[in-house]
């Protein structure tokens, strides 16, 4: 079984940062791809950044340039900073990864439980 933990949400003033770190575990054998997620009330769930196993990086216009998506293979780990933040990067945020498992064909897909940041003054 697989399992993606995120950590390092929290609440933080406009303007702050946060660090968010997703550590996937279990029986791994690659991760094809890693990715952030959120979704606010009310709202559908969004990408926020993406990264491939090649360090290939993928960003909508509504966090370009302020957030930075970065992996680290070696701990099956993947990090999301987040800087000059807004009220609007309110939500739960997400980790997501594309990967193969050593017992069975295919590629599969998993979630986090997910992790509030709240932007606040």
């Known amino acids: 079984q697989v399992q993606l933990v995120e950590s390092g949400g929290g609440l933080v003033q406009p303007g702050g940062s946060l660090r968010l770190s997703c550590a996937a575990s279990?029986?791994?054998?690659?991760?094809?791809?890693m990715a952030w997620y959120r979704q606010a009330p009310g709202k559908e769930r969004e990408l926020v950044a993406r990264?491939?196993?090649?360090?290939?990086?993928n960003y909508p216009d509504s966090v370009k340039g302020r957030f930075t998506i970065s992996r680290d293979n070696a701990k099956n780990t993947v990090y999301l900073q987040m800087n000059n933040l807004k009220p609007e990067d309110t939500a739960v945020y997400y980790c997501?990864?594309?990967?193969?498992?050593?017992?069975?064909?295919?590629?599969?897909?998993?979630w986090g439980q997910g992790t509030q940041v709240t932007v606040s003054s």
């Open positions: 279990g029986s791994i054998r690659t991760i094809n791809v």
């Open positions: 990264i491939t196993s090649g360090g290939n990086t």
């Open positions: 997501y990864a594309e990967l193969t498992v050593t017992y069975i064909i295919g590629t599969y897909q998993y």
